[in-house]
Nanobody, 122 residues
């Protein structure tokens, strides 16, 4: 099971730390991805972290503003988002990859959390 938390209403320019807590499995053994779905749009990948700490940022606006990390002792992956923009608004999901790497060609996203809402508005 994956449970996201940390979303909320934030003003433009603010920051948030989203958490993805795993239970029932050892999160350290898997790559974990973050995704988001904006209103009226398809879900898109935002970032991924593999078991060795390698990071990928999947949207042009993410690099420099998004930071993904993991705390294996806490069985949790984090997504810090800085300088939030209204276009960052959406539901943010985390997903477990079925492998230890983030490559789309290897494995699938086999477990998903329920999502946490992020709203950026003044």
């Amino acid at each position: 099971q994956l449970v996201e938390s940390g979303g909320g209403l934030v003003q433009p320019g603010g920051s948030l730390r989203l958490s993805c807590a795993g239970s029932g499995f050892i999160l350290a053994s898997y790559a974990i991805g973050w995704f988001r779905q904006a209103p009226g749009k398809e879900r898109e990948g935002v970032s991924c972290i593999d078991t060795k700490g390698g990071r990928r940022y999947l949207v042009d606006s993410a690099e420099g503003r998004f930071s993904i990390s993991r705390d294996n002792a806490e069985n949790t992956v984090y997504l810090l988002i800085y300088s939030l923009k209204p276009e960052d608004t959406g539901v943010y999901y985390c997903a477990r990859r079925s492998t230890d790497v983030c490559d789309d060609d290897v494995g699938v996203n086999d477990y998903w959390g329920q999502g946490t809402q992020v709203t950026v508005s003044s």
